[in-house]
């Protein structure tokens, strides 16, 4: 982890690799599960992922890119997970992620003036909860979605389910594996509010509820947080550079 980690506070994906938000996202996710978060570790990383949300809210790649929602979700998740959620410009993002639901089709576009894509109602929809801990944090916790779950589930369940199993991008897209997974987790994500159920018609449509930050089941995610913190960190190991 301290081989891939670059003097401004980003990460590189792997050696030789490119560097952007990704690598924040994937060493916080790994260090926090690990139990190998440390101040050390990721000395000036929220500074650099602060420095790559742009003037339309969002968050890019690498600084002074393109707002996007992939890098957006990796963006303010590596940063909840760091506790550095409050560095962010909360409203300007706020008001950037809100403004990604397609009025007509229901689903979220990943970027300004792009297509409705089924895999953005987690890369998008899945920040919302992120959102609202920060809200709450701050006082001013809403009291219902900031998007239209009902839209949105609409949107998965009747145009991106395809006929002989698996789910897409959008009618006429053929199935795969990674829209598969992404969509079934933003329609997760649309089922919920805090503690509330939102399930759009049967309650056979209802998903098992996944974690925001590391999208797999929370008692999953509990557990493997429990078992590695238990463990204590290998400060030995992380000194000579693992």
Same mark, same amino acid.
């Given at each position: ?36 978060? /440390?101040?050390?570790?990721? #000395? ?10 742009? =003037? ?33 410009? #909360?409203?300007?993002?706020? $008001? ?7 009025? *007509? ?21 899945? /920040? ?20 239209? @779950? $009902?839209?949105?589930? @609409? =949107?998965? *369940? ?24 992404? /969509? ?7 089922? $919920? ?19 925001? &930050? =590391?999208?797999?089941?929370?008692? &999953?995610? $509990? ?18 550079? /693992?």
């Amino acid at each position: 982890m301290r081989s891939m980690k670059q003097p401004d506070g980003s990460f590189a994906m792997h050696i030789g690799g490119e560097i952007d938000i990704r690598g924040a996202y994937c060493a916080a996710t790994v260090a926090s599960i690990t139990g190998i978060l /440390t101040p050390e570790l990721f #000395e000036g990383t929220a500074e650099w992922i602060v420095s790559c949300q742009t =003037y339309e809210g969002g968050f890019a790649g690498a600084p002074g890119m393109e707002a996007h929602g992939g890098y957006s979700f990796c963006g303010m998740s590596a940063l909840v997970i760091l506790q550095k959620g409050h560095l962010i410009d #909360e409203q300007a993002f706020l $008001r950037w992620i809100v403004q990604r639901q397609m009025k *007509l089709e229901g689903g979220f576009q990943g970027r300004t003036n792009k297509l409705v894509d089924g895999c953005y109602s987690f890369w998008q929809g899945g /920040t919302f909860p992120l959102i609202y801990s920060l809200l709450d944090k701050a006082g001013n916790s809403p009291n219902d979605h900031l998007f239209d @779950e $009902r839209a949105l589930q @609409e =949107y998965l *369940l009747i145009c991106c389910q395809n006929p002989t199993g698996g789910l897409i991008d959008k009618p006429g897209k053929h199935k795969d594996v990674f829209h598969t997974c992404y /969509t079934l987790s933003g329609l997760s994500v649309a089922q $919920r509010f805090l503690n509330k159920k939102r399930v759009l018609g049967s309650y056979r449509n209802e998903l098992i509820e996944t974690h925001p &930050l =590391y999208n797999v089941r929370p008692d &999953l995610a $509990r557990k493997a947080l429990l078992h590695f913190n238990n463990l204590g960190v290998p400060t030995q190991n992380l000194n000579e550079g /693992t």
